[in-house]
């Protein structure tokens, strides 16, 4: 059973605050997110938020790359301790099109100051999110513009700035179009990937061996967490029950995606970050459910 215990706003001051992440470290939270005048492509900023209760919420930082459009931040802990944060890049001519794109990362030891964005891998690659397995991390990048055809290459890496290939995705029947993807490791230590717009894979060591799933869902902004027991739940914009775009949570498991819950949310939202933490999951996400998109924080309870 999945309860909603609590939701609050906690931060809507840009025109566009969207694409959150969250984290739980060194005693605070710890909350990521893109501002810009639209969801669109322009010059956008990443902004980094602290809280030491989930309650009360302060900018700790933002990173800025001029004339750049930073899209999708995502925060980690590296192996050293070391706050990782993984963005991307998009370029732009004066006129608003788009250009290029590349990943960037930038490193911290306190949250508040953040080395200078570095490029990473190559041009066009677009890195979604870091997870640790021990001393090496994995990260899935999606190459290509639009949504047809559209690759996607699993990496690895030790320092966030070196990245080796490990597989590509080749999905079935010829289709391609794997986008935004996290991944997973379970405790057997299979590797899960929950990939926009409608797959879970899953792989052996060393994740070059995959099995593909097309579930009956439409992701947008894919994110999934493994609890404690070795359940799996994600979240991802998907249809609420009147067929509009919705935050939804979803229990999955290796081959399936079953709705759960439709957080409040609509219009231009989803793009969550989830922590499990004192026996409950906490959410960021986005949402222009009430006009002007907005950063939600949602605490919730699961039980068996």
């Given at each position: 059973m999945v309860e909603l215990l609590s939701v609050?706003?906690?931060?809507?001051h840009a025109p566009h605050?969207?694409?959150?992440?969250?984290?739980?470290?060194?005693?605070?939270?710890?909350?990521?997110?893109?501002?810009?005048?639209?969801?669109?492509?322009?010059?956008?900023?990443?902004?980094?938020?602290?809280?030491?209760?989930?309650?009360e919420w302060?900018?700790?930082?933002?990173?800025?790359?001029?004339?750049?459009?930073?899209?999708?931040?995502?925060?980690?802990v590296m192996p050293d301790g070391r706050l990782m944060l993984l963005t991307c890049a998009n370029f732009?001519?004066?006129?608003?099109?788009?250009?290029?794109?590349?990943?960037?990362?930038?490193?911290?030891?306190?949250?508040?100051?953040?080395?200078?964005?570095?490029?990473?891998?190559?041009?066009?690659?677009?890195?979604?999110r870091v997870t640790w397995h021990g001393s090496i991390g994995?990260?899935?990048?999606?190459?290509?513009?639009?949504?047809?055809?559209r690759r996607g290459f699993l990496y690895r890496t030790t320092d966030g700035l070196a990245w080796d290939f490990v597989t590509e995705f080749?999905?079935?029947?010829?289709?391609?179009?794997?986008?935004?993807?996290?991944?997973?490791?379970l405790a057997d230590g299979d590797m899960v990937a929950l990939i926009r717009p409608d797959w879970i894979g899953v792989s052996p060591p060393p994740y070059v061996d995959w099995t593909f799933t097309r579930i009956d869902a439409s992701l947008g902004g894919p994110n999934f967490i493994v609890l404690p027991d070795d359940t799996m739940w994600a979240s991802a914009r998907g249809k609420g029950p009147d067929g509009q775009a919705a935050t939804l949570l979803a229990h999955m498991t290796r081959?399936?995606?079953?709705?759960?819950?439709?957080?409040?949310?609509?219009?231009?939202?989803?793009?969550?970050?989830?922590?499990?933490?004192?026996?409950?999951?906490?959410?960021?996400?986005?949402?222009?459910h009430e006009g002007r998109s907005s950063i939600y924080l949602a605490q919730l309870s699961i039980d068996d």
């Open positions: 609050h706003k906690i931060w809507n605050n969207a694409f959150t992440d969250l984290l739980h470290t060194r005693g605070a939270w710890w909350c990521t997110f893109r501002e810009a005048e639209g969801h669109g492509h322009g010059p956008a900023s990443i902004r980094i938020l602290r809280s030491v209760d989930g309650a302060n900018s700790v930082a933002e990173l800025v790359e001029p004339g750049v459009d930073l899209r999708d931040p995502k925060l980690c732009i001519d004066d006129a608003g099109n788009y250009l290029t794109r590349s990943p960037r990362v930038s490193f911290s030891t306190d949250g508040a100051t953040w080395t200078k964005p570095a490029k990473c891998l190559a041009e066009d690659h677009w890195l979604w994995y990260s899935v990048s999606k190459l290509g513009i639009g949504s047809n055809p080749l999905l079935p029947n010829d289709t391609w179009t794997a986008s935004e993807t996290t991944v997973r490791i081959d399936s995606y079953t709705t759960a819950l439709v957080l409040p949310s609509g219009g231009d939202c989803s793009y969550a970050g989830m922590v499990w933490h004192d026996d409950l999951l906490w959410m960021s996400y986005y949402s222009s």
